[in-house]
C-alpha cells in the first residue's frame, strides 16, 4: 500500500508538471455578444460615486466598496451569464494592499471567464489600465493540503500605481452551464466587511423559469426588488439595491452569510424531492458493487453476530483502509466515483467514502444511504429553497434496530457506529434515499483530553520531563490518525507542535508511543524539555488552545462557535533546593451555563502540583450570552497565563543557606532510543554552552545504554570533538581509536563520517597533516555521504593544500562549490577568493561570484555574506580589492542586511586600520613640533600596552580627573595613542585623549595640543560613532571661546552628515545650537531650532524642543501656545524629560503650571508687568552694575554652579560676588514660584 501512494504522489507531481504551462494563462478578453447587446448598458457609472467623500468607517476599516454590482442573465437552458462589477477604493494606507490585487474564482470546466475593464483610478481621474501580463488565470489547487483536487481556476488581477486614494474597478464576465438541467438555483448576500457605498443584483430569466423562481431571504438587509417584464413580456427582470451599507462586524469565527444574512436564495425546484429526483440517480449508479468486492465483503463479516457488528467491521474499512484523496474534476464534486474503482484505489472524498460504506451495509441487508450536511457553523440548511449549494460533505446515516438513523463519518478513522466530528454534529442532513427525507445528527460531546506532566526544574529555571497526552472521543480518533500517518521523526515533530501552547520554547526529545486501540482511549508520552526563566517563575502547564480565545471583542453580531468537550491538565514540578514558591494564587472556580473552569497550586514535599480542567458545555453562544461568555473566557485565560514565582529559600533552612552540592547528572532521564537520548544532549548541553555538563551527559548516556554500540560511537565521537575544542587532539585521538572501527557498522554512514571527520580535524592540529589530508580526501570523495559533509572535507582539504599545492587547493574547493551545498557552499568561497587573488586571478573570482549572483539568486546572500565576514582572512595587500570585487556586484542592500553590515564593518576595518595610521604620523609630526604638550614623566610599568592604558584612563575618568593626575592622564592618552596597534580599539582611544586634554586644557583661551586631538579624532572614518564625538568636541571648544559663527557652520556641517539610525549626529549640535540661541536671547532661532529639534524623538534630550518653546512664549505672551509646548513636553517619554538638562525646572513648572492653568496664566501676564522693576532692582543690587546681565532666557541648568559660588562667597564675606548668583536666579524664576531652587534663599 505504501509503495501505491509513493507512486500516485509522484504522478500526480508528473502530472502538475506536465500542466505548468497552463498554470498561469492569459486571460480571454473576447466577450460574448450578449455582454455588449443587452448587459453593458445596465451597468453603473463609478465616476459619480468616486466623487462622494469616504465614510469615518472606511477611513476605519482602511477602505470601501465604492460599488459591488452583479448582473445575471439567464437562458431557457438554465446556462446563465454573470457579469461581476467592483469598484474599491483604498482610503488609507491600511487598505492599499487589499485594494491592489483581486482574484475571481470559476470552474474552469463549467464556466468560460472574460475581463471587460480592470483600471487603477486616482484621486485625480487619472485611468491606468491593468498589463496584459498583469491580468492572467493561474490553477491555484488551494485545497490540496487537504487532499483535494479539482478544476478550480482564478483569474488574478494586479493593479498599477495603488496608493492611499485610489481606486480599482473591473468588469469579469462570465458564461456557465446550468448543472441541474431545466432549473435554475442561485444564492447572493448582501453587504461586505468594508462599507459599501452602493450594491445592486440585477437578474434576468426567460418567463418559463422566472414564472417558477421562488425569493428566500435570510436575515434583515435584503431589499425588496423590482420587477419589470422585458422584450415585451417574453422575459423577466429583478433589480435588488442598497446604498450606504456599512460594514459587517469585525469578529473572531464570524458565521457565513448563508448561515446569518442577508442572504437572497432564489430556486425553480419546487421542493427537496425534486432535488433527490435528480441527485439521487447519479449516486445510486456509482454505488452499484462488483461480485468481487461484495465476496471481500463477506470475508469480513463473516465471524459478526449483529448488524452492528457488521456495522462497525465496515466502517473500521473504509475509514482507516480508504485514504481521504478527492479527484473533484468535472461532475466529480457532486458526484460519487464508482466503488469499485474507491475501493481498488483505496482512496476517495467525502461522498465516495459515505457511498461506498452505504453500498457495503446494503449488500449485508442493512438499510443505508448517503446523507448531505453543512459543516459551516451552526450548519444550517435553507429548506425553503432546494439547492445542492447548501452542501459541504456527506456521511452515512444507517437505520438502527429502533427504526432511528445512526450516523456514521468514514471519513474519519477510529471513530465507532454513531460517532461524529464537531463539524457533523447537532445539524439537519438530508437523507439520499427514495422520498427525501430529512433528519438531524445528533449533538456530542467529543471527548476529553488531557495533559499530565511530571518535571524537573534544573538550576536556570528550565523543565524537563515526561508529558502525557491521552484522549477520548473524537480527539482520540483525531490523534489516532496523526500517529498513523507518522514517521517516528515526523511524529515527534507533530506532538511538539501540540505541545507548543503548554510553554514557550517546548521541545520534544523522545516519544514513547502506547498500544493502539481501536474505538478506545489514545495514549502517547514525550519527554520534553522547557527553557529556562532563571528559576524566577514556573508556568502553569496548560493548553490555553481548549479554552475559546474571544480576543478583545465584547459584542458580537453572530453567534461564537465552541466545541463540547472536557480539558484537563496535571502537572508536578520538581524544584530545586532552595526555591519554594513566593505565593500560591487564590484556586480558579468558574462556572456558568457556557463553562466550567477550575483550577489551583498546591506545594507539597518539595514540588509544586497544579491542576487545570476546563468544560465547555456549549457549541454555540448565541449574541446576548456572548459578553458574560467572553469576559469569563478573559478570566480563564488570564488565570493560566500567569506564572507561579518563586523566591529563594526552604521550609526548613534560611533563605540565604547554600544548597547541597549534587550530581547534575542524576536527573538526565535514560530515554527509550539512542536517537531521542542524543536529541536531548544536544538540547540541554548544547555544543558551545558548559562543556564540563556537555561531558558528563555524554559519557552518562553511555552508561545508559551499556554496550550498544550506536550510542558508543556517536556519543564518543562528540566527546573526541570536546577534547579537540578543549585543546587535547591525542585524547580526541585515542578515543577514536578505541571503538571507531569496531562500532562503524552500527551507525549510519553518515554519522561514521562524522567520526572520521573529527579524526581528521585531531590530525590536522597534531601537524600530522598528510594524515589529515587522506581522511579529507576520502570523505570528500564518498559521494554516499551528505553534500554537507563532503563540502567540509573539500574544505579541509583546500586548507591543507593551500601552501604547497595551491593548485590542487583551487582544484579540491572548485569540485566542492560544483556540489552547490545550501547549508555548507559559503564556507568554501573565502578560501577559494584568497587563492585566486594570490595567484593574480582577480578575473575569474569575479565571474565566478557574477555568475553566482545571476544564476543562483537564493544562494549569493549567504555566499557573499561569508565573504565578508571572512575578509580578516585575505592578506592586507589583497583585502580592498577583495572588497571592491564585493562592493561591485551590486547594491549590498540586495543581498539582504545581513552582508550589507557586514561589508560595512569589512570596509570599517580597512578604514580605521588606514586612520589608525594617519593619526600615529601626524600625532608623532605634531609632538615634535610642540614638545611641551605633554610632561615628560614616565609611566608605571604596568601601563606599557595600549589596551591597559586605555582601560586605566577609563577608570580615571569615571572617578573624575584632578589636578596633576589631568597630566597623566594626558601623557598615558597620548601614549595609548603612539603604541596602538590594529587590535587595539582606536575610536576609544582618541576620544580618551580628547576627553583627558579637554579635563585639562578647556577652559584655556588657547591649546595647540587641545585643537590637535580634536583634529585627530576627526580622521576617525565617519561609519564611527567616534568621529562625531569628535566633531561634537570641536563644537564644544567653539562655543566656549565665543566663536559663535564658526559654531553655527561647524554645527550646520554635522547635521548634514546625520545618517538614519544615528539620530544624535544631527541632534546634538542642533541642542547646543538651541542653547547658544538662548544665551544669546536670539527669541525667533530659538523657536526655530525648538522645532527642527522635535523631529528627533529617538535623541535623549528631545523633550528640550518643548521645554524652551514655552519659555519663549511665556516671554512673548503667547500663554495659550506656551500650555500647549507644556501639554507637549508632559507627553514625552519619562526618559526624555529626565535627560533634559533643565529637567528639575520643568518638573517644578509642569507641575505647577498643569494643575492651575489659570493661576500661571495669570501668574505670567503680572510678571510682565513687574518684571522690568525686577531687573532694574538687580542691577542696583549688583555693585558692578555695567557687567551685570540679566538672563535672557529664564532657563537653569540643573547643575547651576550659582547656588554653590553664593554660598562660598558669603562664607568669605565677599558680599558683592555673593549677591550677583541669588539675582540671576531670582530672575530665571520668573516661569514659576520655586522653579529657582535653592540658590535664592
Request: a negative charge; one cysteine or more; charged letters at 25%.
Amino acid at each position: 500500500m505504501r509503495g501505491t501512494v509513493i507512486m500516485f504522489r509522484l504522478l500526480l507531481c508528473l502530472l502538475i508538471v506536465s500542466m505548468s504551462p497552463c498554470i498561469a494563462d492569459s486571460v480571454s478578453r473576447e466577450l460574448p455578444a450578449l455582454y455588449d447587446a443587452e448587459i453593458k448598458p445596465q451597468l453603473t457609472e463609478a465616476a459619480p460615486l468616486l466623487k462622494l467623500a469616504p465614510d469615518r468607517q472606511a477611513a476605519e476599516r482602511g477602505g470601501e466598496v465604492v460599488l459591488r454590482e452583479h448582473i445575471v442573465s439567464v437562458d431557457g437552458k438554465s446556462n446563465r451569464t454573470e457579469v461581476t462589477h467592483n469598484v474599491y477604493r483604498a482610503v488609507a494606507e491600511s487598505g492599499v494592499s487589499a485594494v491592489s490585487r483581486d482574484s475571481e474564482a470559476f470552474n474552469k470546466k463549467r464556466t468560460r471567464l472574460h475581463l471587460a475593464l480592470a483600471r487603477t483610478i486616482q484621486p485625480d481621474g487619472k485611468s491606468l489600465p491593468v498589463r496584459e501580463d498583469a491580468a492572467f488565470i493561474q490553477t491555484p489547487q488551494r485545497s490540496a493540503d487537504s487532499d483535494i483536487y479539482n478544476d478550480q481556476g482564478e483569474m488574478v488581477l494586479i493593479y498599477p500605481d495603488v496608493k492611499q486614494g485610489s481606486a480599482t474597478e473591473s468588469i469579469v464576465v462570465g458564461e456557465m452551464e446550468g448543472r441541474i438541467p431545466g432549473e435554475f438555483t442561485f444564492q447572493r448576500g448582501f453587504g461586505a466587511g468594508w462599507p459599501v457605498r452602493r450594491d445592486r443584483f440585477v437578474l434576468e430569466a426567460p418567463r418559463s423559469l422566472a414564472d417558477r423562481m421562488r425569493l428566500t431571504t435570510l436575515g434583515s438587509g435584503v431589499p425588496e426588488p423590482r420587477r419589470e417584464e422585458i422584450q415585451e413580456g417574453a422575459r423577466i427582470r429583478w433589480t435588488w439595491e442598497r446604498r450606504d451599507i456599512s460594514g459587517v462586524r469585525q469578529e473572531e469565527q464570524r458565521m457565513g452569510m448563508d448561515q446569518t444574512g442577508p442572504m437572497l436564495f432564489i430556486t425553480t425546484l419546487p421542493d427537496w424531492e425534486s432535488f433527490i429526483q435528480w441527485y439521487l440517480p447519479q449516486a445510486e449508479k456509482s454505488m452499484e458493487l462488483s461480485d468481487s468486492l461484495k465476496g471481500r465483503i463477506d470475508e469480513w463479516t463473516k465471524e459478526a453476530r449483529s448488524p452492528e457488528d457488521i456495522t462497525a467491521i465496515l466502517l473500521r474499512k473504509v475509514a482507516s483502509e480508504v485514504r481521504y484523496v478527492g479527484l473533484e474534476f468535472g461532475n466529480g464534486d457532486l458526484v460519487p466515483r464508482p466503488m469499485d474503482v474507491v475501493w481498488d484505489n483505496q482512496y476517495g472524498d467525502c461522498k465516495d467514502k459515505a457511498c461506498l460504506l452505504a453500498a457495503m451495509l446494503r449488500h449485508k441487508g442493512i438499510n443505508a444511504c448517503p446523507a448531505l450536511i453543512n459543516t459551516g457553523f451552526p450548519g444550517r440548511v435553507e429548506r425553503r429553497s432546494p439547492d445542492y449549494r447548501h452542501f459541504d460533505h456527506c456521511i452515512t446515516a444507517v437505520a438502527g434496530p429502533d427504526g432511528k438513523w445512526i450516523f456514521c463519518d468514514p471519513t474519519i478513522p477510529g471513530l465507532a457506529p454513531g460517532a461524529i466530528g464537531p463539524a457533523d454534529s447537532d445539524r439537519e442532513a438530508l437523507l439520499v434515499k427514495a422520498g427525501a427525507e430529512w433528519a438531524r445528527t445528533p449533538a456530542h460531546d467529543f471527548g476529553t483530553v488531557r495533559h499530565r506532566i511530571e518535571a524537573v526544574m534544573d538550576a536556570a529555571g528550565g523543565l524537563s520531563g515526561w508529558a502525557t497526552l491521552s484522549a477520548e472521543g473524537y480527539n482520540s480518533a483525531r490523534f489516532l490518525e496523526m500517529e498513523r500517518k507518522s514517521t517516528p521523526e515526523s511524529l515527534r515533530d507533530s506532538l511538539q507542535s501540540l505541545l507548543s501552547r503548554l510553554a514557550t520554547g517546548i521541545t520534544a526529545v523522545d516519544v514513547k508511543r502506547h498500544p493502539v486501540q481501536e474505538e478506545g482511549p489514545y495514549t502517547v508520552e514525550t519527554y520534553i524539555l522547557i527553557p529556562g526563566s532563571g528559576g524566577a517563575s514556573v508556568p502553569m502547564l496548560a493548553d490555553a488552545g481548549y479554552v475559546p480565545q474571544t480576543g478583545n471583542e465584547t459584542q458580537r453580531d453572530t453567534s461564537f462557535p465552541s466545541w463540547r468537550e472536557v480539558y484537563e491538565a496535571e502537572a508536578r514540578i520538581t524544584l530545586p533546593p532552595g526555591l519554594v514558591p513566593a505565593s500560591l494564587p487564590e484556586p480558579l472556580k468558574s462556572v456558568s451555563n457556557w463553562a466550567e473552569a477550575s483550577g489551583g497550586w498546591e506545594w507539597k514535599d518539595g514540588a509544586l502540583l497544579s491542576k487545570f480542567r476546563f468544560y465547555s458545555k456549549e457549541d454555540n453562544i448565541a449574541p446576548a450570552d456572548f459578553p458574560a461568555f467572553a469576559a469569563q473566557m478573559r478570566t480563564v485565560n488570564a488565570w493560566i497565563s500567569r506564572p507561579l514565582p518563586l523566591k529563594k529559600g526552604t521550609d526548613s533552612t534560611p533563605a540565604d543557606q547554600p544548597p547541597a552540592a549534587a550530581d547534575p547528572m542524576e536527573s538526565l532521564p535514560h530515554l527509550t532510543s539512542v536517537d531521542g537520548q542524543m536529541l536531548l544532549v544536544e538540547n540541554k548541553y548544547p555544543e558551545g554552552a558548559n562543556a564540563v555538563l556537555r561531558r558528563a551527559a555524554l559519557e552518562r548516556s553511555i552508561r545508559y545504554f551499556p554496550g550498544d554500540q550506536e550510542m558508543l560511537y556517536r556519543a564518543g565521537s562528540q566527546l573526541a570533538w570536546l577534547e579537540i575544542r578543549e585543546g587535547d587532539p591525542s585524547a580526541a585521538i585515542r578515543r577514536l581509536d578505541s571503538f571507531q572501527e569496531s562500532c562503524r557498522s552500527h551507525v549510519s554512514a553518515e554519522e561514521a563520517a562524522l567520526g572520521d571527520y573529527f579524526r581528521g580535524v585531531a590530525l590536522n592540529r597534531l601537524k600530522r597533516t598528510d594524515e589529515a589530508l587522506g581522511v579529507f580526501t576520502k570523505l570528500s570523495e564518498d559521494k554516499a555521504l551528505s553534500g554537507h559533509r563532503r563540502t567540509w572535507a573539500f574544505y579541509w582539504c583546500g586548507l591543507l593544500l593551500e601552501e604547497k599545492e595551491p593548485d590542487q587547493a583551487l582544484a579540491r574547493l572548485r569540485e566542492g562549490m560544483a556540489m552547490q551545498e545550501p547549508e555548507a557552499e559559503n564556507i568554501l568561497y573565502p578560501p577559494w577568493a584568497r587563492l585566486l587573488l594570490k595567484a593574480g586571478m582577480a578575473d575569474e573570482l569575479k565571474a565566478g561570484l557574477k555568475k553566482l549572483v545571476e544564476e543562483r539568486e537564493g544562494a549569493a546572500p549567504p555566499v557573499l555574506t561569508r565573504m565578508a565576514q571572512m575578509a580578516d582572512s585575505i592578506p592586507d595587500g589583497d583585502r580592498p580589492e577583495y572588497l571592491k570585487i564585493l562592493t561591485d556586484l551590486g547594491p549590498a542592500a540586495s543581498f539582504g542586511q545581513e552582508f550589507a553590515t557586514a561589508l560595512k564593518e569589512a570596509e570599517g576595518t580597512i578604514s580605521l586600520r588606514a586612520a589608525g595610521d594617519a593619526i600615529r604620523t601626524r600625532l608623532e609630526a605634531f609632538l615634535k613640533q610642540h614638545p611641551d604638550s605633554s610632561s615628560g614623566m614616565a609611566l608605571p610599568e604596568n601601563l606599557k600596552t595600549a589596551a591597559r592604558m586605555t582601560e586605566a584612563l577609563k577608570g580615571m575618568m569615571e572617578a573624575g580627573i584632578k589636578g596633576k593626575d589631568r597630566d597623566t592622564a594626558v601623557k598615558m592618552a597620548l601614549e595609548a595613542m603612539l603604541k596602538s596597534g590594529p587590535d587595539d580599539d582606536l575610536p576609544a582611544i582618541a576620544l580618551n585623549l580628547i576627553r583627558a586634554v579637554s579635563a585639562r586644557d578647556f577652559e584655556k583661551k588657547e591649546s595647540p595640543l587641545l585643537d590637535e586631538a580634536v583634529a585627530l579624532g576627526e580622521i576617525l572614518p565617519k561609519s564611527e560613532d567616534n568621529h562625531y564625538e569628535a566633531v561634537y568636541a570641536r563644537l564644544l571648544v567653539l562655543q566656549q571661546r565665543g566663536q559663535r559663527e564658526d559654531l553655527r557652520r561647524a554645527a550646520e556641517a554635522m547635521i548634514a552628515e546625520a545618517d538614519e539610525g544615528r539620530a544624535w549626529i544631527a541632534a546634538a549640535p542642533l541642542q547646543l545650537l538651541l542653547k547658544d540661541a538662548a544665551a544669546a536671547g536670539d527669541r525667533p532661532e530659538v523657536l526655530r531650532l525648538c522645532r527642527v529639534i522635535r523631529g528627533y524623538p529617538d535623541y535623549r534630550q528631545w523633550a528640550d524642543g518643548y521645554f524652551y518653546e514655552a519659555m519663549v512664549l511665556i516671554l512673548d505672551g503667547q500663554y495659550d501656545g506656551a500650555l500647549l509646548a507644556l501639554d507637549a513636553l508632559a507627553g514625552t517619554p519619562e526618559k526624555s524629560q529626565a535627560a533634559m538638562a533643565m529637567h528639575r525646572q520643568a518638573a517644578s513648572l509642569l507641575k505647577w503650571a498643569r494643575s492651575d492653568r489659570a493661576a500661571a496664566v495669570k501668574w505670567w501676564r503680572d510678571s510682565a508687568i513687574w518684571w522690568p522693576a525686577v531687573l532694574k532692582a538687580a542691577e542696583k543690587l549688583s555693585p558692578d552694575a555695567e557687567k551685570f546681565k540679566a538672563p535672557p532666557l529664564p532657563v537653569i541648568p540643573d547643575q547651576d554652579p550659582r547656588g554653590d559660588a553664593a554660598a562660598t562667597a558669603a562664607g568669605k564675606k565677599d558680599f558683592d560676588a555673593a549677591i550677583r548668583p541669588p539675582v540671576v536666579l531670582l530672575c530665571r524664576s520668573r516661569p514659576a514660584v520655586g522653579a529657582c531652587g535653592e540658590g535664592v534663599e
